[in-house]
């Protein structure tokens, strides 16, 4: 201990130096920590108690509101998708289209089977026959992509071209 007495007298002004100088630094950092601390606690008294855009509580109140707002009508917006999907698998998407020349004493295609169908593959096959002295025109129902009738091979042919001419909608049933 005697020796660390000498050694602290000894460097005396060294000692008071070093301690000295990290008091400085010390006091430096000090100093900016306040100032720091100073701007946040004016910039958060600001924020509560009001400036320019209001307090907080007033602008939470309304971020909130606008959220609520958006929620409602993307609520809305499903709604009327699933709506108008649901309306849509029942249009007429799908058409199938064959000319045909049923009669060897007839000249061209005048005759013709086009397939109506809707997303779920139903719909009509309208089939009509030109001849020279009438025309005669035939509907048979389609369901799924076939029909409980007999189908001439024309008819089967557009509901073919009909179901394979345009994908099903992606998820749908």
Known sequence: ???????????????????????????????????????????????????????????LDGHIGRVEHMSARLEQVNELQTYLEQRTRGALQHIGLVRFNPFEDTGGDQSFAIALLDDRRDGIVLSSLHGRAYTRIFAKPVENGGSRHNLSDEEAQAIKIAVEGTAPIPGGG
């Open 1 to 59: 201990m005697a020796d660390l007495n000498r050694l602290v007298s000894d460097n005396l002004a060294l000692v008071v130096g070093v301690i000295g100088l990290v008091v400085l630094i010390l006091l430096v950092l000090a100093v900016v920590q306040s100032l720091r601390l100073g701007r946040a606690t004016r910039a958060y008294r600001e924020l509560v108690r009001g400036g320019d855009g209001g307090n907080l509580h007033g602008i």
